[in-house]
């Protein structure tokens, strides 16, 4: 399984970015996937996920209502729609990729078996 996130980029404060990760492997509608971030200086933290059917998700407070995570498993993508942002949204973005066709969701990054490479997201003031 490869994971490659793309999509970031320097933006000002109340824009919109989408990030996308493209999945390359067998079976992406068996997987969990979830985003996390980790800024400068901070530990990586979870931001959102979503079960392998894309029928339900969750967010981290600090994003619930300004950012959507969801999934095509027919283009084997998972997305991060993220609105409003703001300048402590600022963070390398990561997908992650974990085996599961239940519908628990997992916020502990060290359970996730694979990772993507980052993508930088720079929100200015």
């Known amino acids: 399984v490869q994971l490659q996130a793309s999509g970031g980029g320097l933006v000002q404060a109340g824009d919109s970015l989408r990030l996308s990760c493209a999945f390359s492997?067998?079976?992406?509608?068996?997987?969990?996937m979830g985003w996390f971030r980790q800024a400068p200086g901070k530990e990586r933290e979870f931001v959102a996920g979503?079960?392998?059917?894309?029928?339900?998700?969750y967010y981290a407070d600090a994003v619930k209502g300004r950012f959507t995570i969801s999934r095509d498993n027919a283009k084997n993508t998972v997305y991060l729609q993220m609105n409003t942002l703001k300048p402590e949204d600022t963070a390398v973005y990561y997908c992650a990729a974990k085996p599961g066709i239940n519908d628990i969701h997992t916020t502990n990054s060290r359970r996730f078996d694979y990772w993507g490479q980052g993508t930088l997201v720079t929100v200015s003031s």
């Open positions: 979503i079960v392998w059917s894309g029928g339900s998700t």
């Open positions: 492997g067998l079976a992406f509608s068996s997987y969990y």
